[in-house]
């Protein structure tokens, strides 16, 4: 094939529909704990999943380098400042009126006590801050 001619969906894809559910959930990963996938197109698509600290030196260069034209969260973050989490949760409730104004009644919800509550409004917070740290 030329690269003036049009390929086929079946060409790029190897089926002709390319919402075929069947095919679509057929397709598995022969693979879960490899460290490295290729993914085939015109040219190789190369993922690493080594995240090993030190494992890729220019990698970390760069990061060290975008740091300093950012803030760096292992400096400018005062990590000793205690934050009491329960504390939070109740000011946060007490700013949105509350920590229940909706209608649990018929649900698993409508036997949960105040601390099952202010856990799941801990863990809620835990998750937006890892949301903010890893953008």
Do not use: C
């Not at 990963?29 to 995240?51: C, E, G, K, P």
């Not at 600290?53 to 220019?58: D, I, L, T, V």
């Amino acid at each position: 094939m030329s690269l003036d001619q049009e390929r086929t969906t079946e060409d790029m894809i190897g089926r002709a529909d390319v919402n075929d559910i069947e095919a679509i959930l057929a397709i598995t990963n022969t693979d879960r704990d490899a460290v490295i996938s290729v993914v085939q197109d015109n040219s190789d698509a190369i993922f690493t999943w080594d995240y090993e600290k030190g494992a890729r030196p220019s990698l970390e260069k760069l990061y060290e380098k975008a740091k300093h034209s950012m803030w760096d969260g292992e400096k400018d973050l005062p990590w000793e400042t205690e934050v009491d989490q329960e504390q939070v949760v109740l000011a946060n409730a007490d700013m949105n009126g509350g920590l229940l104004e909706f209608d649990v009644a018929g649900t698993p919800f409508e036997k949960w006590t105040d601390k099952e509550w202010i856990q799941v409004g801990i863990e809620s917070q835990n998750w937006t801050l890892s949301q903010f740290m890893h953008g």
